[in-house]
């Protein structure tokens, strides 16, 4: 269990004690030349290191998307807790309130632990025996996109546009596509999902992948005839990700522009991989953040229309 209460909340120092044996487990690593072995120094800053083989001084959020941050370090791991614990995601409204911290502060501290999020997505998923689940949704409204006049009124042609995979029983990529056909899905579905796996998708994507066949298996429902699930044929995972996606993105980041659509994704990519169900509570989850913050670039501006 772990609350706010615990000391690496409440004091800079306790939480700089808890990211160094996190990240380094008592042997200083340096960030400008990879060695371990350093000097403590002594008389100056708390935390301050001097590495035996570059000879340059290090503390342990050089090289993190915590550096050369006035709020106090305390206050990073909080906002990376209720980061991590909160399933529908927080609004920099609220990490403002709860923190102490101006709204400018708490929308860049959001964006950067939505960076120490990002994960290695290089390798293909799945693999024989495995099953990934494919499917996309539609949510908001993409403000450079017209409306098409269309009979019911409903299109999504103006929306975000979301593709998924999910591997049963493992991870979860999202990738925020600008259209919804086998031009912008294909390579996507080629890159990340190896040759070998089952895939299941709804019909949509069956004529997105019908020619040539691109997996050893694929197998898909009919949503349009109400039908979700023919025995294991279903992509009740995925629909369950989109579920709280979409709840997150309607009720708390209300107004996320197209720019940063997909660093929202990562959140909630992130907090489905390292979900309860495979052995993650909310303090292990903020960890693998911590874990995640180093030699990460960031290169976007500031919050000019955010209101997330
Ligand atoms: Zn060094």
Same mark, same amino acid.
């Given at each position: 269990m772990c609350d706010l209460t615990k000391p690496h909340f409440q004091s800079a120092d306790k939480a700089r004690e808890y990211l160094e044996e996190l990240r380094w487990?008592?042997?200083?690593?340096?960030?400008h030349c990879g060695d371990s072995g350093a000097y403590a120094i002594s008389g100056g800053r708390k935390g301050l290191y001097k590495c035996k083989s570059c000879r340059k001084q290090y503390t342990v959020t050089v090289g993190t998307v915590f550096e050369n941050s006035r709020v106090p370090l305390n206050k990073w791991l909080m906002a990376?807790?209720?980061?991590?614990?909160?399933?529908?995601?927080?609004?920099?409204?609220?990490?403002?309130r709860t923190l102490g911290v101006t709204y400018k502060t708490a929308w860049f501290m959001s964006h950067r632990i939505r960076e120490a999020m990002k994960e290695d997505t290089s390798g293909p998923m799945g693999g024989e025996g495995k099953t990934v689940e494919v499917d996309e949704t539609f949510f908001g409204r993409d403000k450079t996109i017209k409306p098409k006049r269309t009979k019911k009124g409903r299109g999504y042609h103006h929306k975000y546009k979301v593709l998924s995979l999910v591997e049963r029983e493992g991870k979860v990529r999202s990738r925020h596509v600008p259209a919804v056909n086998a031009n912008t899905l294909r390579p996507i579905l080629?890159?990340?999902? !190896?040759? #070998?796996? *089952?895939?299941?998708? !709804?019909? #949509?994507? *069956?004529?997105t992948m019908a020619k040539p066949a691109m997996f050893a298996k694929h197998d898909y429902v009919s949503h349009s005839k109400y039908e979700f699930c023919r025995g294991d044929v279903n992509t009740n995972m995925i629909e369950g990700f989109f579920s709280i996606f979409k709840r997150g993105m309607n009720g708390v980041y209300q107004h996320c522009s197209k720019e940063h659509l997909q660093r929202y994704l990562v959140e909630f990519d992130f907090r489905y991989n390292y979900r309860?169900?495979?052995g993650y509570d909310d303090p292990e989850r903020a960890n693998m953040i911590l874990k995640g913050i180093q030699g990460k670039r960031l290169t976007y501006k500031g919050p000019v229309q955010a209101q997330a």
């Open positions: 487990n008592g042997n200083p690593v340096c960030p990376t807790y209720l980061m991590a614990s909160s399933k529908k995601g927080i609004s920099a409204k609220q990490l403002e080629d890159e990340q999902i !190896d040759k #070998a796996t *089952q895939v299941y998708t !709804d019909e #949509a994507a *069956q004529y309860e169900k495979l």
